[in-house]
C-alpha cells in the first residue's frame, strides 16, 4: 500500500485519490502497485458499481510515471531491474482500467502527462478540468510514448495521434476532447459537486453515470487541433518516418506551432523518435493487451540504454537540456535497432 495514494468507497462509488503534490503525484513502485490490487478488487465487489479517480493537488493530476527514480540509478541492469517491476505494475493497471467492467470516471485538471494519461484516458469516461495540460512528452527523455498510448493514440482522428506521440504537444481541455482523449468538459470547481453526486446515486450503472457527469458539463471553446488538422494530416500521413521529417522541413507555413514541431523532432532522442514510430504503425492492429506487451518488452530495454539515463539527467536532473544521443541521428538508428528492442524477455 502506499500513503500517496488513498481509496475510499462512498455510497457505490470508489474514489482513488492520487496524493503526492511534491511530485505533481507521479506514480511510484508503490503506487503503482497499489492501484493495481485496488482496480483487482474493486472490479468484483459487489459494493461498488463505479470507480473515480482523482487528484488531491491544483496543479497536477499526475505528471507521469516516477521516471527520474529509475533514470538516478547508475547501472543499467539496475535500471532494468526496477524497470520490470514498476512497468509491470503499472501496465497491468494500465490493463485493468481499459478493460474494466464497471464505469471508470477520471477527473483531470493540470498537468497530465504520461502515465497520467495510462491511468485515466483508458477509462469510460474521461472528464477535463479547464487548467488541464496534457501530453505525451517521451521522446525528448529517450523513452517512447507507452502505458498503451498507441492503442488509444490511434484512436484519434487523422494522425493527430501520430502528431501527439513524435513531438509531445500539450493539450487544454478543448483540444483533448477534439482529439478523442477526453469526453466530458467539467469546471474544476464543480468536481467536487460531480463526485458527490455520483456517491449519491443508489446504483451507478453506466446510464446513470452517463447522467450525472453530462449534467455537471460545461460548454468549452474551440480548441485549436480542429483548424489545424488538415496540415497535421498531410505532415505525418504515411508510413514512413524520413518522409514526415522531410515534409515537416520543407513546409511552406510559417506559424509558430509548425517551428515547434521541427524544434520537437531535432530535440528528440533519434532512436525514441524510431522506437515511436514503429509502436504507432504496430499499434494500429493490436489489441491493448498486445500493445502493452510489446511496450513492456520496449521499455524494459529502453530504460537501461544510454539515452533514457541521458534524457533523464538534461530534462530531470541538470535541466541543461542538452541531451547527448547516442546515435546522434535518425539515419543511424536501424530497422534492426528496433526490432531488437522489442524481442522477447528473458
Keep these: 500500500m502506499s500513503a500517496d495514494l488513498t481509496s475510499d468507497i462512498r455510497g457505490r462509488l470508489g474514489i482513488i485519490t492520487l496524493d503526492r503534490p511534491k511530485a505533481l503525484n507521479a506514480l511510484n513502485l508503490a503506487m503503482a502497485q497499489h492501484l493495481d490490487v485496488l482496480l483487482d478488487r474493486w472490479a468484483t465487489d459487489p459494493a461498488v458499481d ?25 547501472g543499467p541492469e539496475d535500471r532494468q531491474a526496477l524497470g520490470r517491476e514498476f512497468f509491470g505494475a503499472e501496465y497491468r493497471a494500465n490493463h485493468r482500467i481499459g478493460t474494466f467492467p464497471k464505469p471508470f470516471i477520471a477527473l483531470m485538471d493540470g498537468i497530465t502527462m504520461g502515465g497520467g494519461l495510462g491511468i485515466s484516458v483508458l477509462g469510460s469516461h474521461r472528464v477535463v478540468g479547464e487548467n488541464l495540460r496534457m501530453a505525451m512528452p517521451e521522446t525528448v527523455l529517450g523513452l517512447f510514448p507507452d502505458v498503451g498510448a498507441s ?75 480542429v483548424e489545424r488538422r488538415p496540415v497535421i494530416d498531410r505532415l505525418f500521413e504515411g508510413r514512413d518516418l524520413n518522409a514526415v521529417i522531410e515534409r515537416v522541413e520543407g513546409a511552406a507555413e510559417t506559424a509558430d506551432w509548425i517551428a515547434a514541431i521541427h524544434a520537437t523532432l531535432h530535440r528528440a532522442s533519434p532512436t525514441s523518435l524510431r522506437a515511436t514510430w514503429r509502436r504507432i504503425l504496430d499499434g494500429e492492429r493490436q489489441s491493448l493487451a498486445a500493445v502493452l506487451d510489446d511496450d513492456f518488452r520496449m521499455a524494459v530495454r529502453m530504460v537501461g540504454r544510454h539515452d533514457f539515463a541521458e534524457g533523464v539527467r538534461a530534462i530531470l536532473i541538470d535541466k541543461d537540456q542538452s541531451p547527448i544521443w547516442s546515435p546522434a541521428s535518425l539515419a543511424e538508428v536501424t530497422t534492426a535497432d528496433i526490432d531488437a528492442l522489442l524481442r522477447p524477455l528473458g
Excluded at 51 to 73: H, K, N, Q, T
Aim: aromatic share 4%; net charge negative; glycine share 12%.
Design 50 to 74: 463505479a470507480v473515480l479517480i482523482r487528484s488531491a493537488s491544483e496543479r497536477a493530476f499526475c505528471a507521469g510515471g516516477d521516471v527520474r527514480s529509475i533514470g538516478m540509478l547508475p
Design 151 to 225: 492503442w488509444f493514440l490511434n484512436r484519434c482522428p487523422g494522425a493527430i495521434g501520430r502528431y501527439l506521440a513524435l513531438t509531445g504537444a500539450m493539450l487544454g481541455a478543448a483540444d483533448a476532447l477534439a482529439a478523442g482523449l477526453a469526453t466530458h468538459h467539467v469546471r474544476v470547481g464543480a468536481f467536487d459537486a460531480l463526485t458527490t453526486a455520483l456517491a449519491e446515486r443508489p446504483s451507478l450503472d453506466r446510464p446513470a453515470v452517463d447522467e450525472v457527469v453530462e449534467a455537471h458539463a460545461a460548454a468549452i471553446g474551440d480548441g485549436t487541433l
